[in-house]
């Protein structure tokens, strides 16, 4: 079978499809379907990062409670790349963060 242009092209298409970079991103939290061990921290089996959950307010109220927790994750690196160049950055207050957003009161 001779080599045409065609099969040139193939190759080569899927030697570029298979060079796409891919990310290292660590997912922070715990996301649905993962799997999880652990005590009183949550470690994802499948990144090995580390949730602590540690409770400051429970209150039962009307209809809903009030929980407030502060989370921390143990991944608080991620890349962040700025005009080809690829750099580690940190994440947001080191990756501690309450169980409520800060604009739902």
């Known amino acids: 079978m001779p080599f045409t242009h065609r099969s040139f092209v193939a190759i080569l298409v899927i030697v570029l499809a298979a060079a ?4 290292a991103q660590v997912q922070n939290g715990t996301p649905p379907f993962g ?10 089996l499948a990144n090995l990062n580390v949730r602590l959950s ?8 009307r209809g809903t409670d009030f929980t407030y927790d502060l989370n921390y994750d ?7 790349t ?3 160049t690829t750099t580690w950055t940190p994440v947001v207050n080191w990756s501690w963060a309450g169980s ?3 604009g739902s009161g």
């Not at 796409?20 to 990310?23: A, L, N, T």
């Open 20 to 23: 796409v970079p891919i990310s």
């Open 35 to 44: 799997s999880y061990a652990g005590g009183p921290d949550i470690v994802d």
């Open 54 to 61: 540690i409770p400051v307010l429970h209150k039962p109220g």
């Open 74 to 80: 143990s991944s608080v690196w991620f890349p962040v």
């Open 82 to 84: 700025v005009n080809g």
């Open 100 to 102: 409520v957003p800060t």
